[in-house]
């Protein structure tokens, strides 16, 4: 049988008088397809024993990309070229982070992701990397550039970490949608993935359990743009089907 994984989504506000919908971009969902597990959306709900329920549910976890985490959760007030946030997001997302790290669940966090599980367990984030980091490297490039699959940077990673494992190689580009940036590394999490600058841009667990996080879209990239990236996902679903009944 099949693990099945959760996959957190946002909200999309199309028009004021509309209700939100819950929204996900397709490849997240095609990521897991391609790597053996079966997706399923997480939707925008406000009952945290319906959100239990759901997460009792799944044999992994995914906290997909999206806007930025309210400052209140990491305990700093905001600052200047803070993006928009959704409280009601952050309230969804951070308890399932908390949960999966608990409970030794896999966990993989893409962009805001992995900004989640560093902010749900301790740590904080650079609210804007511009004005908070001196750094000549665009980090929303394939952003303005308006193409998802443009490499914008390299990604080194320390030799002895997963992610250098699962792709052969302690460097490997990336693209790079992203304004905001991990500070502070919570305990019981690593720092694995430098850009050229040195922002984090990839972390760990400490831990036995699958426990991933990344800062750039490889969803995005997993397709025709490198599908070395695939390994990524391959890995995590393996780990999500471990203890999954076989048909």
Not at 88 to 117: F, H, N, T, Y
Not at 178 to 206: C, F, N, T
Not at 211 to 216: D, R
Request: hydrophobic share 40%; net charge negative; glycine share 10%.
């Amino acid at each position: 049988m099949k693990p099945t994984i959760g996959i957190s989504c946002g909200a999309f506000r199309d028009r004021d008088w509309c209700p939100p919908a819950n929204f996900l971009r397709k490849n997240y969902t095609d990521a897991i397809v391609t790597a053996g597990g079966l997706p399923l959306i997480i939707p925008m709900i406000d009952d945290i024993e319906v959100l239990r329920a759901l997460y009792d549910r799944m044999d992994g976890i995914v906290i997909s990309g999206g806007g930025d985490i309210d400052p209140r959760f990491y305990r700093e007030r905001p600052l200047a070229g803070l993006g928009p946030t959704d409280p009601a997001r952050d309230e969804i997302e951070l308890p399932l982070a908390r949960w999966a790290v608990e409970e030794s669940k896999p966990l993989l966090g893409i962009c805001r992701g992995a900004q989640v599980i560093n902010v749900a367990l301790g740590g904080t984030l650079y609210q804007d990397i511009p004005s908070q980091i001196h750094t000549q490297l665009v980090h929303d490039s394939s952003f303005t550039r308006q193409d998802w699959t443009y490499m914008a940077h390299e990604l080194q990673l320390e030799p002895d970490s997963k992610l250098a494992h699962l792709f052969g190689t302690n460097c490997i580009m990336t693209n790079s949608l992203h304004h905001q940036s991990l500070k502070d590394i919570a305990p019981g999490l690593r720092p694995v993935g430098w850009a050229p600058d040195g922002v984090v841009e990839a972390i760990e667990g400490e831990g036995e359990s699958f426990l991933v996080g990344v800062q750039c879209h490889p969803e995005a990239l997993q397709g025709a743009a490198d599908v070395r990236w695939q390994a990524l996902f391959r890995d995590f679903v393996a780990s999500c089907a471990v203890g999954v009944p076989a048909l």
